[in-house]
């Protein structure tokens, strides 16, 4: 949705983004919470990105340890987080086909839960999706991207299992959240991604430009101007 042009020309292995430290402290939090071996693997793979030359952490893995104590000293974040960890399934929808990795999976209790960071919980920003201001969960696409999961579990499993988010803030001392959904939420992201995917799909298949987004970093890089435009524009 932010940038086809970005999107497809990473998929074909044209260009790919830079690894930013939020990804990558990202991926640090997750594998704190996949398995022991798995943060180990992650510490040895990234070593040089996580330590200094004096061996102490860089301040953003110093604030991510702070986050993974956070939740782990919370027992009710650690209940939310029981389950099977890092499940990938494949299903279809719209008659396109998906694949989801799903941070956490309970099967007996029928509930999933993802963990996200964010900067703080009640953070507001605007939604040209929604036409108001909205939360980070709608902001970063979560309730679309919680949908996308529910409807492919039940085509795996024949049952519709209940998403949670489990949210840790960077602030200091993080704050921390285990969120829900009302299930009327979901029924806009069917007809938004019913509405969106086929064109998505015919950039995809080359059978109309893909749309650019003139802003993200391979738009800027490959940047032609033919014109100018009025500064109202600016704003867009
Ligand atoms: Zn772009």
Request: aromatic fraction near 16%.
């Amino acid at each position: 949705m932010e940038c086809e042009a970005r999107t497809f020309a990473e998929v074909r292995g044209e260009f790919s983004r830079p690894p930013s430290t939020a990804l990558m402290v990202g991926s640090y939090l997750h594998s704190a919470f996949e398995s022991d071996s798995a943060f180990t693997e992650f510490l040895e793979q990234n070593h040089d990105s996580i330590y200094g030359s004096r061996g102490v952490k860089y301040k953003d893995y110093e604030k991510a340890d702070d986050m993974i104590e956070t939740i782990k000293n919370d027992e009710f974040c650690m209940f939310a987080l029981q389950g099977e960890k890092e499940v990938i399934y494949t299903g279809e929808l719209f008659g396109v086909e998906w694949k989801i990795k799903v941070d956490n999976i309970n099967h007996d209790r029928g509930f999933f839960s993802d963990l996200k960071s964010t900067q703080e919980l009640r953070k507001r920003y605007w939604s040209e999706k929604y036409n108001t201001w909205v939360s980070f969960v709608q902001a970063f696409d979560y309730v679309l991207q919680m949908w996308v999961y529910r409807e492919i579990i039940f085509q795996n499993t024949g049952r519709y299992y209940d998403p949670y988010i489990v949210a840790v803030t960077k602030e200091s001392p993080p704050d921390k959240a285990v969120l829900h959904f009302d299930s009327g939420r979901f029924d806009f992201e069917k007809e938004y991604v019913q509405s969106m995917l086929p064109s998505i799909i015919d950039a995809k298949l080359g059978r109309k430009n893909a749309h650019r987004c003139d802003k993200c970093e391979f738009c800027r890089g490959t940047k032609k101007l033919s014109g100018t435009f009025e500064i109202e524009y600016l704003l867009d």
